[in-house]
């Protein structure tokens, strides 16, 4: 991490759940995680400390319109929010998984199309979310 770098936040949000990730402006990944929609206020105020992002991107569909007025209302230094379009990102956040968490063993015989993922996705959502800012707008 070097002075000038510049972080970003992706948030896909969700109803009742939401994926965070931060990337910085060349892509690297710092954080990712999926959060219950209770604690999600909090954990951007934490993240917010910790890496100073100078940017929001957020999912455009599911609950974007309360979030941004919620987030705008309880974060005071929450910096610009920019919406993105989240069409298709679950699946793309499917195949992204296996890429990021190639199956094991016998795992790996079994079609792509057929695994069944472990976790919620939505972080990885939010990553992809970041990389679909960066693609349209740098």
């Known amino acids: 991490m070097t002075v000038n770098e510049s972080f970003i936040i992706g948030f896909d949000p969700g109803r009742d759940k939401c994926g965070l990730a931060v990337m910085d402006t060349n ?3 710092y954080y990712h995680q999926v959060h219950i929609t ?18 929001m991107v957020m999912g455009n569909q599911t609950t974007s319109q309360y979030w941004q007025q ?14 993105v379009d989240e069409q298709f990102t679950t699946l ?30 939505d972080d990885i959502a939010a990553i992809i979310i970041i990389e679909r800012y960066l693609a349209d707008y740098q």
């Not at 999600?40 to 993240?47: A, C, K």
């Not at 919620?70 to 919406?83: G, N």
């Open 70 to 83: 919620r987030l705008r209302t309880e974060l005071s230094q929450l910096p610009p929010i920019v919406l």
């Open 92 to 121: 793309a956040a499917r195949d992204r998984y296996w890429q990021m968490y190639p199956p094991k063993h016998w795992g790996r015989l079994i079609p792509a199309g057929l695994r069944l993922i472990p976790r919620p996705i």
């Open 27 to 29: 892509g690297h990944l």
């Open 38 to 55: 209770f604690s999600i206020i909090s954990v951007i105020q934490e993240l917010l400390d910790q890496f100073k992002f100078t940017l």
